[in-house]
């Protein structure tokens, strides 16, 4: 008895109950589905996340402010921003001037921002909306910063706290001129506290939306109104904000080659030499590496948990294969009954029945796997990420099918090969 | 080597051994059977015929006595020895045809084939040589549920030659059939005995139908009460 028999023959009876088959699929559908669209969705975000990392650069380390566990902070775990940093407490430039000149060969730079919020530039009629940062010259280095035309702010602009400006080239189409004719321009902007400033234009640099501006649903209606980010001297920014000299966050650029994750440590331990005597903070260092890993670890721990429940319901359907693979066989006891007569061996009987019981579940898996990549595709768009089905997953999926007919078909296969012949024949 | 195709020897058939309602249904039958002969067991039911023919058709084994099928041990053999031996040696026709649902008549008479590993292209032509035979050649693509009661025991009988077997076993093939179609097959088992000389065993009931064959085994209460060899049958 050929496996391409024992195929026909399982489609020829299931298309026979095509209702009663396809309810019994259902099971095995539900379960291969959720799984598929479940890991599209994950793996989406996951690339959606590793995306945005990559974008914000991976081998950056965050250095961050972080209150210093006291007797408060055990009693309410919240350890974050408990108190407001004065500005003994802050980051300061020679901090950081000092990490970078001890550590020059694994570091390349670090970066420090102050928001200033947003502004508009006026010419004339046109306008433009901005996102003003102050920030250093490391900050080229910490976002893989490119220029069009032009230069970024510099050591000189910083000391001298000029009026200087970067934009995109938005800015320059917004004004009906090229990222060219803007450079040496003056820029008048209105401030979100209502103060005006000019600023002269140094560099343009070309405007698109991230994944990150897309996720935090930056993305205005018109070209006109949207927002882009300008970046002005930190200094200039402080004067402007009023803001203490130092900073709760820096974003320390590492060399190629060099282990961030280990680098974070070095890091650590040297900027909380400053902090030794201070009762309050202390420095706390991520690395972009391990935030990477760790959203992998996480993801890893939700698969798991849809796997475990997945294989729950796999195991229903499997059991309600199991069931119909029952009633089909006592159905069919005098065609069973028959093949005996007719000098099948029992292990010809027990193939068909579990081959029978596979399509059920592979043709269910299929279906299964329709629906969660369907289920996937939505799910990621309705988040705004792009969609990503896992071959892996389909192939497993596929495979478990074929393992959970094979286990549960097994069962009454078995107990149809050992039916009595003269039994059979006669049952009516 | 038995110069019988059926040789059995002082059969006894019990049920529920070593119970309080043990049952001896076959007290002792010895039955010889030679090539080409066509046999009627008639008997009322109750008698053991049933019990007789599952024995004869290697569907079950005898408590004791021996049995030798075409020069193969029928008491002695094992399950899976038996699947074979009814494989090859033995053509069923059934009172309610037994064809496989949902399986064209075509598929229906290669299926013995298929058991026996023959190659899908031997397979196939051998089906549609039978299907000719019986007459049926022009339904070899219908459903058993597209075909009347005599084309279906005609595509049941054709399914029983496809081994080419020792002995046919026919089981009251008539008894579903109007009397009709019920001569059509009778007349298509005679023509298989004196065309192409099969050892044919029809169990019956009717004593109409088996005064027709060569020889009438008469069984009553699990034994044999009359066993008449007719002069010139054919």
Redesign the interface.
């Known amino acids: 008895?050929?496996l391409r028999?024992n195929i026909r023959?399982a489609l020829?009876?299931l298309l026979?109950n095509k209702m009663r088959a396809l309810l019994t699929m259902l099971g095995i559908i539900i379960g291969i589905g959720a799984v598929i669209g479940i890991v599209t969705v994950g793996d989406s975000l996951t690339y959606a996340f590793t995306s945005t990392m990559a974008d914000m650069g991976v081998g950056n380390i965050i250095v961050g402010l972080q209150q210093k566990e006291n007797e408060l902070t055990q009693i309410t775990p919240v350890t974050y921003s408990m108190a407001t940093p004065t500005a003994d407490d802050l980051m300061t430039t020679e901090m950081l001037d000092q990490l970078q000149e001890t550590y020059p060969e694994q570091m390349l730079a670090y970066s420090v921002t102050e928001a200033v919020g947003s502004g508009q530039a006026r010419d004339g009629r046109q306008y433009a909306n901005l996102s003003i940062s102050g920030v250093n010259p490391g900050y080229v280095d910490a976002n893989d910063f490119e220029l069009l035309t032009g230069r970024f702010i510099n050591e000189s602009d910083l000391e001298r706290g000029r009026n200087v400006i970067v934009v995109t080239d938005r800015v320059a189409e917004n004004c009906n001129t090229t990222p060219d004719e803007l450079l040496g321009k003056q820029l008048r902007v209105t401030l979100q506290d209502g103060n005006v400033q000019n600023f002269t234009v140094i560099g343009v640099y070309e405007y698109e939306a991230s994944t990150m501006t897309a996720m935090m649903g930056g993305v205005s209606a018109s070209d006109q109104d949207t927002t882009t980010g300008a970046y002005i001297p930190v200094t200039t920014a402080k004067k402007l904000t009023g803001g203490e000299d130092g900073f709760e966050m820096a974003t320390v650029v590492v060399r190629e080659g060099v282990d961030s994750a280990i680098f974070a440590s070095t890091v650590h331990t040297f900027l909380n030499v400053f902090y030794q005597n201070n009762p309050d903070f202390q420095c706390m260092v991520i690395s972009m590496d391990s935030m990477i890993s760790l959203m992998g670890d996480m993801m890893g721990t939700i698969s798991l948990a849809v796997a475990v429940v997945a294989g729950i319901s796999l195991i229903v359907g499997g059991i309600g294969v199991m069931n119909i693979m029952l009633v089909s066989i006592t159905e069919r006891t005098?065609?069973i009954?028959?093949?005996?007569?007719?000098?099948?061996?029992?292990s010809?009987i027990r193939i068909q029945f579990i081959v029978e019981a596979v399509i059920i579940c592979i043709i269910g898996g299929i279906l299964g796997i329709v629906t969660g990549v369907v289920m996937g595709a939505v799910g990621a768009s309705l988040l705004g990420y792009p969609a990503v089905p896992s071959v892996t997953a389909i192939i497993l999926a596929v495979t478990f099918s074929a393992i959970i007919g094979i286990f549960f078909g097994y069962y009454p296969a078995n107990k149809a090969a050992k039916l009595d012949?003269?039994e059979a024949?006669r049952y009516e | 080597m038995s110069e019988y195709i059926i040789d059995m020897q002082d059969i006894v058939k019990k049920f529920f051994i070593g119970e309080p309602n043990e049952l001896t249904v076959l007290k002792g039958l010895t039955i010889q059977v030679p090539e080409h002969q066509f046999v009627a067991v008639v008997g009322e039911s109750g008698s053991g015929k049933s019990t007789l023919m599952n024995i004869i058709g290697a569907l079950d084994r005898p408590t004791s006595g021996s049995y030798t099928l075409d020069g193969v041990d029928i008491a002695r053999a094992s399950d899976s020895e038996l699947s074979h031996i009814r494989n090859q040696k033995v053509g069923f026709v059934f009172q309610n045809f037994n064809l496989i649902p949902r399986t064209s008549a075509l598929k229906n008479v290669e299926l013995p084939m298929l058991y026996a590993g023959v190659s899908p292209r031997r397979r196939t032509e051998r089906a549609k040589a039978l299907l000719e035979m019986v007459g049926m050649g022009e339904r070899m693509k219908h459903m058993p549920n597209e075909l009347s009661g005599g084309q279906k025991q005609r595509v049941a009988i054709a399914r029983a030659l496809a081994n080419d077997p020792a002995i046919l076993l026919a089981d009251e093939p008539t008894g579903a059939l109007d009397s009709e179609t019920g001569r059509l097959v009778m007349d298509l088992f005679h023509r298989l005995h004196d065309e192409q000389g099969k050892t044919i065993v029809l169990i019956t009931h009717n004593d109409q139908l088996a005064e027709e064959t060569e020889r009438l085994i008469r069984i009553s209460d699990g034994a044999i009460v009359d066993d008449v060899m007719k002069v010139a049958a054919s």
Request: avoid cysteine.
């Open positions: 008895m050929n028999e023959l020829s009876s026979a005098r065609e009954g028959t093949r005996k007569a007719l000098g099948a061996p029992n010809a012949p003269i024949l």
